[in-house]
């Protein structure tokens, strides 16, 4: 079977018209030889199924070679097109409709880019590949206008992660009214991860350096501890502010440091593209 098209007999109908069916949608398109706005339409349902790469199946039948599945479907006029899912027909048409009319009757029923992306995201996570599985859920809950159980999934890698300020951020956009016990959980999380990340190195270094906000080297070893502690913004705003003093702060060590977290980072996270474009602006 084609991934995104397949003819239908009698011999593969139960397999594509309920099984697949049970996986993704399956639109069927009822055609026959002597059908003209049949060969009309059938290049266009083509078109969208390639286009859309197997987020629907498009099944054709042959309506006169295969009269008893017409018949079944109550089928009366072609061409028919038919949207499966769970093995029960869920909306179509008949005869020739505009494109755009077909793509927005797919849309109603297909995952949305960022689903897509969130499964795509989990798939990875359960192989392991965390660092490519965390742009593709930053994407999703993005694209999604910040939906909150994509927040939740994308919290709970980034405290897996040790990013606790980013998922900080991500948790205090959580509504009240969506503050489930898995909010709670990631909340406990994110407390814990705070309290290992205060460090009795860290906390002397704060102290040191509330005493005399001048003193760049504590800030520097401040700056370093953080970054140990994947408090990777604070590490790189306390970076930032010795460049702004002096960009070659002991012998170009404080912009080196700066410019290895933003690499650790990996391209497309939110805090490295922030600080690039800081230090950028700085220099130029």
């Known amino acids: 079977m084609n991934d995104f098209i397949v003819d239908v007999t009698a011999e593969n109908a139960q397999q594509v018209l309920i099984e697949e069916s049970m996986n993704r949608p399956v ?24 286009e859309y790469a197997g987020q629907f199946l498009l099944a054709k039948v042959n309506a006169d070679t295969e009269q008893m599945i017409a018949g079944q479907l ?3 006029s072609l061409p028919t097109v038919m949207l499966l899912k769970e093995g029960q027909p869920v909306d179509g048409f008949a005869g020739v409709q505009p494109e755009s009319q077909i793509r927005e009757m797919l849309d109603k029923y297909l995952p949305k880019p960022w689903d897509i ?7 990875l996570i359960g192989e392991g590949k965390v660092d490519e599985a965390l742009p593709l859920l930053r994407q999703a809950y993005a694209e999604s206008s910040e939906r909150v159980d994509i927040a939740k999934h994308l919290a709970a890698l980034l405290l897996d992660q040790n990013r606790a300020a980013e998922a900080e951020t991500v948790l ?10 898995e909010y709670q959980r990631l909340m406990a999380q994110l407390e814990l991860k705070q309290q290992a990340a205060d460090t009795p190195e860290i906390q002397a270094l704060q102290k040191a350096l509330e005493q005399n906000p001048q003193d760049y080297d504590s800030a520097y070893k401040l700056a370093v501890q953080y970054s140990q502690a994947n408090r990777h913004e604070e590490a790189l705003e306390l970076l930032l502010d010795i460049l702004r003093k002096d960009m070659n702060f002991a012998d170009g060590a404080a912009k080196q440091a700066f410019l290895d977290m933003v690499k650790s980072l990996g391209a497309g996270d939110p805090i490295a593209t922030q600080y690039q474009r800081k230090l950028m602006t700085l220099m130029f």
Do not use: H
């Open 172 to 181: 205090s956009k959580i509504l009240l009214a969506d503050q489930d016990a």
């Open 27 to 50: 639109l069927v398109d009822f055609w026959a030889d002597w059908c003209e706005p049949c060969k009309q339409l059938m290049p266009v349902l083509e078109k969208l199924a390639n």
């Open 74 to 76: 109550g089928v009366r």
């Open 117 to 123: 992306k969130l499964q795509q995201a989990q798939a």
